[in-house]
């Protein structure tokens, strides 16, 4: 079992900049990928960005050159820094871990976190 905990969402204007934590209680941490998935109000859950098995990273197109995922493998914490941050970006933004090498799909992980809001003012 894996749980996950987010932390770092909140209100922003646009154009601002949000840094989202991810602490997993896992020991094993490194061994499981890691990904983030945003829900914005009344939409499915949609892929953001994500280590692959290699340890590449992919994001999402409406993340690129905005996003930044990362983790600390010692910390057992995976981040998203998020740069320029407009209203479309308003979701609630969640951490994800699991066991297979694909990434894109939520059916693709197997343990998540409970989920931190981001609202982005215009």
């Known amino acids: 079992q894996v749980q996950l905990v987010e932390s770092g969402g909140g209100l922003v204007q646009a154009g601002g900049s949000l840094r989202l934590s991810c602490a997993a209680s896992?020991?094993?941490?490194?061994?499981?990928?890691m990904g983030w998935f945003r829900q914005a109000p009344g939409k499915e859950r949609a892929f953001v960005a994500a280590?692959?098995?290699?340890?590449?990273?992919v994001y999402a197109d409406s993340a690129k050159g905005r996003f930044t995922i990362s983790r600390d493998n010692a910390a057992h914490t995976v981040f998203l820094q998020m740069n320029n941050l407009g209203p479309e970006d308003t979701a609630v933004y969640y951490c994800?871990?699991?066991?297979?090498?694909?990434?894109?799909?939520?059916?693709?992980?197997?343990?998540w976190g409970q989920g931190t809001q981001v609202t982005v003012s215009s």
């Open positions: 994800a871990a699991r066991n297979r090498g694909v990434y894109l799909r939520v059916n693709d992980y197997d343990y």
């Open positions: 280590f692959t098995r290699n340890g590449g990273i």
């Open positions: 896992a020991r094993t941490f490194s061994l499981y990928g």
